[in-house]
C-alpha cells in the first residue's frame, strides 16, 4: 500500500512537471493586450550612427488576420559590408506604425533545418485567437548563438516577445504541434574528440495556439 | 493513507508553481540599449575595384584612388592586387588611420587593459632581426589561410564553432609550433595577453598592415560569461571600411561557428557592439 502511494505521488509529481515546466512566452490579457515576460526579451545592443537613412527596403510582406499587417524588413543605408541581411523590421497596420527593431549586426534570411520556408526573411505561424506568431534569426558573428526573435501579432497591435540567442537546432511539426529543439550555447572543442562544454537545450513549442519555453 | 495521498498531492501541485516566469504587463520594456556615441564619420566608401586577380603586387603605398565603385564584389577577395592607402593627414578624424596620434583605440580608455601607455604597441620603424625571423611573405599567409578553411571544410564541416582550430593549425603550418595546442578561444587570448616575449600586443590601426608585410597577426575576444570566445587571423589585403564598426577594419581568416573564411572584414567576425574588447597581437 505504501509502495502504491509513492508511486502515484511520482507519477503526479512527474506529470505536474510535464505540464508546469513548460512556461508560456507570453499571455494576452482580457483586454487583448500581449502581456510579456522580460526574461525572454534581451535588449539590442546597437550604436549610434549618423549615416544609415534612408533604408533600404529588402523585403515586404502583408499577413491579414483581423487587420492587415504590412512587415517591412530594411538594411542601414551603407552596410554592404556588415553581417545580416536586414536590421530594421517595420510593422505597419491602416493605423500606422505599430512596431519597429533594429539591430546594428542584422538578421539573416530564414534558414531553420526542417522548415521549408524558401528564401524568406521570417517564419509565421498562427496562433490561438488568430494570433501569429513571427520567427526571425539574427546574425551569426563572434561564435555566439544568434537572436532568436519572436513578434506577435495581435489585435492591430505588434509586441516583441521573445529575443534570446538560440540556435535552432531543428524544427519539427508533430500532430499539428510545432516543436523548436533549441540550443543556447555554441560547443568548442579542446581538441578533435573533446567537446568543452555541454549542449544547454531549451525547445519552443507551440500546442493548441500557445506558446511555450522549456 | 488516503490523507497520506491527499498530502502527497497537495505538495506536488504546490511545488512547480514557483517555476513559472515572472510576468510583466509593459510588453514595452524592452528598450533600446545605446551604450555607443561615436561621431566618428567617413563617408567614403570603398573601391573594391583595386582588388585583382593579379596576384599580390606589393605592400607599399600609391595613395591613389583609381576611380572605382563600390562594386563589392565576394569572389574578388580572393584576389590581391592590393594598393594600401596611408593617411597623411593628421588633422581629419579618421582615427583609426592614424598609429601615431595616440588615439589608436587599443590604447584609450576604453582598452580592455585601459593601458594608456605606447610602450606595447608596435613601431613599424623597428622591426628587428627576431621579427624578421618570424615574417613570412603575404601570400604565405593567404595560402595558409585558404588551405585551413579547406582543412576546417573537409574535416568538420561548415557549422560548428572551430574558431580555435583555424588559428592554430594556421599559427603550427606557418611556423611548426604547438605553443596553441589544446586551447579554447578564451584561453588563447589570455595566453596571447600572458607572452609578451613571443606575442606583442598592437592596435587595430597597425594589424592590416603588420598582415601585409607577412607578420602572423592575431585578434581576439574574451567571452566575459566563460562561454566560448571568438579568435581570427588577420590575413593580407586592404582595409575595409565597416559601417558598424565606424572606421576601416582588417580582414581575417574566420572560422568560427557558421564561419569558414579565408578573407573578410572583421567586421563580419567581431560585433561592433564588442569592438573594444577585441584585442590584438603579433607573433614575433
Known sequence: MIMRSILLFFVTYLSILNVYGQIQIFRTGDNGN??????????????????????????????NTDVGYTIRCLRYNGWENETGDFNVIEINTGQGEVLNLQYDEGWERVSMPGLQYGNKSFYHETLVNGEVALFFTGATLMSQPPYLTIIILAHGRACLVFNKRMIVNNVVRENGDLLFNLQENVIEWTDEYTPADDAVLHTISIKNGLMYFE | MRILKILFLAISLSMPLTSYACWDDDDDDWGTWDPWNEDDDDDGSYDYDSWTDAGWDGYGSNGKDDGGGSDYDYDDYYGYGVVITPDDNDNDDDWWRQPDQGDDYSNDENDIENDNSDDDIIDDKNIDNKDELNRKTPSQITNTAKNTVATIISKYGTKNAYCNFGVKIAFKSLFNKNDLEGKRANDMVRYWMNNPIHWERISITNAQRLANEGFFVVAGWINPTGNSGHVVVIVPGESTYSGSWGGYVPNAMDTGYMKRSSCQPISKSFGSSKKNEVVFFKYK
Open chain 1, 34 to 63: 500581449i502581456i510579456t515576460s522580460p526574461e525572454y526579451i534581451e535588449p539590442f545592443i546597437n550604436g549610434t550612427h549618423s549615416d544609415i537613412e534612408p533604408y533600404i527596403l529588402k523585403e515586404t510582406s502583408v499577413i
